[in-house]
């Protein structure tokens, strides 16, 4: 089955740095990555589509200078939480759509748990 | 959009039946159905694209109706294993692969 890697898993900062996040599609290739956030007992919610070479798309009320995405390639999409704050606290899932397949069956990373201190 | 997922709650016995429904206010392009496990991602279970589609197996299964506006997941004789959260994630036509989630259902399956 296609996998979709995360890292790093975890990872504790203090408020004001900045923290890069890395997805990637290990088995196939994802011309799609979609970014969430969850907070915690709460649905998923979409903070942006990553599509290869090109901008992302962000959901209405990310602010995309806050939440830099850049997907390089056909397997590597990247979100990198600027100036990061407590309130930037969550769970950030990933998910990669394979390329080609005619039905939308994403596949979800494992998730990065960001505690900002 | 966001599809209305209910029960919010169900607390089972090992071995009792469940039924989870997704409902939509307009036509959906298709449904997909994942469990979510504490702090863990999503795991895929199914998507369902036509009309009266019924698909998966005897312990779970999915349904959707005709109107393509109502999925139910149906989980049989349920297992400890399938404790977890619920979600239904619907796409429309035009949405460009996004997924608008539902709120999610938790599922605690007791011996």
């Known amino acids: 089955g296609a996998v979709v890697s995360q890292h790093p898993s975890r990872v504790i900062c203090k408020s004001g740095t900045s923290v890069k996040i890395e997805c990637r599609s290990l088995?196939?290739?994802?011309?799609?990555m979609f970014w969430y956030r969850q907070f915690p007992k709460q649905s998923l919610m979409l903070m942006a589509t990553s599509n290869e070479g090109s901008k992302a798309t962000y959901e209405q009320g990310v602010e995309k200078d806050k939440f830099l995405i850049n997907h390089a390639s056909l397997t590597l999409s990247t979100l990198t939480v600027t100036s990061a704050h407590p309130e930037d606290s969550s769970f950030y899932i990933c998910s990669a759509r394979v390329m080609g397949q005619g039905n939308n069956e994403q596949f979800f990373g494992p998730g990065t748990r960001l505690t900002v201190l | 959009q966001q599809p209305v997922q209910s029960p919010q709650a169900v607390i089972l016995r090992e071995g009792e039946d469940a039924v989870i429904n997704c409902s939509s206010s307009?036509?959906?392009?298709?449904v997909h159905w994942y469990r979510q496990k504490h702090g863990e991602a999503p795991v895929f279970l199914m998507i369902?694209?036509?009309g009266g589609e019924q698909k998966g197996h005897e312990k779970i299964s999915a349904s959707f109706n005709e109107k393509k506006q109502q999925s139910s997941l149906y989980l049989t004789a349920s297992q400890l294993s399938y404790s977890g959260t619920y979600f239904c994630?619907?796409?429309?036509?035009?949405?460009?692969?996004?997924?608008?989630w539902g709120a999610g259902t938790k599922l605690i399956i007791k011996p």
């Open positions: 307009k036509a959906l392009y298709s």
């Open positions: 088995d196939f290739q994802a011309t799609t």
């Open positions: 369902l694209l036509k």
């Open positions: 994630g619907t796409e429309f036509m035009d949405s460009n692969y996004q997924l608008i």
